[in-house]
């Protein structure tokens, strides 16, 4: 069955480097894209960008600047990395299968603190 | 950006209620609009994709229609379980999710 999982730190420093990784099984990852979208506590979703079976990429102009995603095929991996952290990017962090984000991971709690 | 628009931000209703939920975007999404739900601590679940199409395992009870900027999520009957909240997310352009309503019993 389609499972998308969600991994990476729970704790990040100001001005650091995030690195997410959202592992998926029951597709192929050059079949379909991969979403990653984040929601704050208590607050609403917010798509951060996708990675599209043909490896291009899109991403939310808000955060573009800061913003990489790319992925392992062989591994079926995709990677988040988003640097200059702040506190506002406290957030948890979901991965979500395709243009109809029809299947999600149960995200990963990124909690920006020094 | 495309902003998409949730009205009423909260909603209760009784057991067996007819509800509609709204959803207003900024301009035409060409009927690319996704409803989910999603349940304290869990992840969204899709449950209506492009308008009207019902995702697979979904009850009946849910509806979808709209076109234009203006769109709609119906529950036929409020069930316990369906306390909630509704996100709807357009997939016309640069994605964007609306900020969603609270569905609660009275």
């Not at chain 1, 704790?11 to 079949?31: A, D, I, K, R, W």
């Not at chain 2, 069930?79 to 997939?91: I, L, N, R």
Request: a neutral charge; glycine letters at 8%.
């Amino acid at each position: 069955q389609v499972q998308l999982k969600e991994s990476g730190p729970g704790l990040v420093q100001p001005s650091e480097t995030l690195s997410l990784t959202c592992t998926v099984s029951g597709f192929s990852l050059t079949s379909y894209g991969v979403n990653w979208v984040r929601q704050p506590p208590g607050k609403g979703l917010e798509w951060m960008g996708t990675i599209w079976n043909d490896g291009s990429t899109d991403y939310n102009s808000a955060l573009k600047s800061r913003l990489s995603i790319s992925r392992d095929t062989s591994k079926s991996q995709v990677f988040l990395k988003m640097n200059s952290l702040q506190t506002e990017d406290t957030a948890i962090y979901l991965c979500a299968r395709g243009r109809d984000t029809d299947y999600w991971g149960q995200g990963v709690m990124v909690t920006v603190s020094s | 950006d495309i902003q998409m628009t949730q009205s009423p931000s909260v909603l209760s209703a009784s057991v067996g209620d007819r509800v509609t939920l709204n959803c207003k975007a900024s301009q035409n999404i060409n009927k690319y609009l996704n409803w989910y739900q999603q349940k304290l601590g869990e992840a969204p679940k899709l449950l209506i994709y492009n308008t009207n199409n019902l995702q697979t395992g979904i009850p009946s009870r849910f509806s979808g229609s709209g076109s234009g900027t203006d769109y709609t999520l119906t529950i036929s009957s409020l069930q316990p379980e369906d306390v909630a909240t509704y996100f709807c997310f357009q997939h016309n352009s640069w994605p964007t999710f609306g900020a969603g309503t609270k569905l609660e019993l009275k």
